[in-house]
């Protein structure tokens, strides 16, 4: 227990953090010091723009030991590049009185420090996981610390507000320097002398170092349908929950004519739907009912549910509709609960950096395109509609609804037992492979 309480510490510090970047700091660049949306809009692309070297970031923390240990280091480093990160943006805002190119190229700096150290340190810690959680506990595990990290958004929102109120621009640098220090102690507090240190992971890291980075993804990934699938319904299963993230909002105040005070509780109650479920599926139901049919329900729900907030805004039943978005919020809880457990299971020993990394990949692109995805069809429909909104928003959940049909049907032709991590951490690599 005392492990399990040390560890929450940085699914709790990364929460925090991602309020206060994607939050409070977007919001004090665009309104308060009056920078251009598009330009903040580029500077918070560039940590997904760059997901891509989560793969290489694992595949360095699997084979490169730093002082015989493969996991914490690489935590510890790339927290405190982010904390270097997040404080440069603050203080270049904040701070500086150069305008134009000179700020721009400063803050892109920051946040590709930001992305780069984010990056590392989150994919480092799933693999730590993987590492140190054997059987029932795996899932139990990494279920609880993403249910941390969602308490650690919902803590962040909280607390932050009052702390700025009345902004000003030196307050709001200390208090950003102060958090990000905080939280730096946090993650060296839960990853220091928690990883598993034996003869084993020091020849199972030998082992990874002897195969180049394109070799392994070759092998590993590119040659092996399964591994290809596999990819492919992680990303399909984020797109299909998560584009509908920044329309539902908007689609309760024009379809529904909500009022703002009501939308605003929509996050609240997506949320709270989705930490009791994830908390049910990873504690309970997995154990009970197994991963494969727990990430059923959850994509099974929210392909009904996508149906029913079409017809609660035809038949303009706000009660409906709410009671819909907490149902959406389990379904996510389960979907992910279920599909965390999967990508837990899919991740071999040796290689636990890397194939976190390319899950962590599947994901991000994932989200990104769920994102773009659900803005765009929005404006296309409506000026072909001439603003039709329930028209505009029901299109994006009906398509929400149907990559989630094609997430099922890749799910009942995926076999994890076919990839299953084994000691050698070669059992998801190609027959061929293994000669």
């Known amino acids: 227990m005392a492990s399990y309480l040390r560890l929450a510490g940085f699914p709790l510090g ?76 603050t203080l270049m805002v904040t701070h500086s009185e150069a305008a134009g190119i000179v700020l721009i190229s400063g803050a892109l700096l920051a946040f590709l420090a930001y992305g780069m150290g984010s990056n590392l340190a989150s994919n480092t810690f799933e693999a730590l996981l993987a590492d140190k959680f054997v059987g029932e506990q795996r899932p139990r595990a990494v279920t609880i610390f993403k249910v941390v990290m969602f308490v650690g ?47 084993r992971i020091r020849t199972i890291s030998q082992e990874a170092a002897a195969v180049s980075f394109r070799q392994v993804i070759h092998q590993m990934i590119w040659a092996d349908p399964q591994a290809r699938r596999f990819f492919l319904l992680v990303m399909l299963t984020v797109l299909g929950t998560l584009a509908q993230d920044v329309l539902l909002e908007p689609y309760g105040a024009l379809v529904l004519d909500m009022s703002v ?18 908390m049910g599926g990873g504690v309970w139901l997995i154990k009970r009912l197994g991963y494969r049919r727990v990430l059923r329900w959850g994509l099974v729900m929210n392909s009904s549910v996508f149906g029913g907030m079409i017809l609660a805004g035809a038949i303009q039943n706000t009660g409906l509709f709410m009671g819909l978005v907490f149902l959406l919020g389990a379904g996510t809880g389960l979907a992910a609960s279920g599909l965390l457990t999967a990508v837990i299971e899919y991740t071999t020993v040796k290689h636990a950096g890397l194939l976190m990394g390319v899950w962590g990949l599947a ?13 765009v069809v929005v404006d296309v429909v409506q000026r072909a509609t001439d603003g039709e909104h329930l028209v505009a928003y029901g299109t994006v959940f009906a398509a929400e609804g149907l990559l989630l049909i094609v997430a099922l049907v890749l799910l009942r032709a995926f076999d994890l037992d076919v990839l299953k991590a084994s000691d050698d951490g070669l059992s998801g690599m190609p027959k061929a492979a293994h000669a």
Do not use: C
């Open 14 to 89: 990364f929460g925090i953090t991602t309020v206060l970047v994607s939050g409070t700091l977007n919001r004090v660049m665009i309104v308060e010091y009056d920078l251009p949306a598009s330009v903040v809009g580029l500077f918070f692309a560039i940590p997904l723009l760059i997901a891509p070297t989560r793969v290489w970031l694992g595949y360095v923390s699997d084979g490169y030991p730093i002082r015989g240990k493969r996991r914490e280091p690489y935590i510890l480093i790339g927290a405190l590049v982010a904390a270097m990160g997040v404080v440069g943006a």
């Open 153 to 199: 958004i919902l803590a962040g929102a909280v607390a932050l507000g009052p702390l700025l109120d009345p902004f000003e621009g030196g307050r709001f640098a200390v208090i950003v320097i102060g958090t990000m220090g905080v939280i730096s102690l946090l993650t060296a507090g839960a990853v220091v002398r928690q990883e598993p240190h034996t003869h």
């Open 261 to 278: 005070s009501q939308t605003t509780r929509l996050t609240a109650i997506w949320g709270t739907g989705t930490i009791l479920a994830m």
């Open 363 to 375: 994901h991000e692109v994932g989200q990104a395109l769920g994102g773009m995805m659900g803005g």
